[in-house]
């Protein structure tokens, strides 16, 4: 069973930066999509970013574009999403994920039903 464990959140200022790691086991498909979304209180989940393992082509989301950048190291067992220019309304859960992929385009859906193995999150808490 794969494994996905995040971490690197925290409590920030609006403004700052964090960076995310998401340490993933052995036990995932040759070839796969991993991705971030976060959950704020109230609200659903939303793709936030997803990389594929071939080649290690980004896809970002509409929710922090710009924002972010997602990267996966060259031995596929850790995802990072760096967030700069951290607001307030970010504050939220974030979790890994990851996904059976035969392309780099199955990696362009980022609905959080498109995915089937998940970690836990870590949670992101923004200050203004």
């Known amino acids: 069973v794969a494994q996905l464990v995040a971490s690197g959140g925290g409590s920030v200022h609006a403004g700052g930066s964090l960076r995310l790691s998401c340490l993933a086991s052995?036990?995932?498909?040759?070839?796969?999509?991993l991705a971030w979304f976060r959950q704020a209180p109230g609200k659903e989940r939303e793709g936030v970013a997803s990389?594929?393992?071939?080649?290690?082509?980004?896809y970002y989301g509409d929710a922090m574009k710009g924002r972010v950048t997602i990267s996966r190291d060259d031995a596929k067992t850790t995802l990072t999403l760096e967030i700069d220019n951290l607001k307030p309304e970010d504050t939220a859960m974030f979790s890994c994920?990851?996904?059976?992929?035969?392309?780099?385009?199955?990696?362009?859906?980022?609905?959080?039903?498109?995915?089937?193995?998940w970690g836990q999150g870590t949670q992101v808490t923004v200050t203004s």
């Open positions: 994920a990851a996904k059976y992929a035969r392309s780099d385009g199955d990696c362009f859906d980022l609905r959080d039903i498109a995915y089937n193995m």
């Open positions: 052995a036990y995932l498909p040759r070839t796969y999509c």
């Open positions: 990389i594929y393992t071939v080649g290690g082509i980004p």
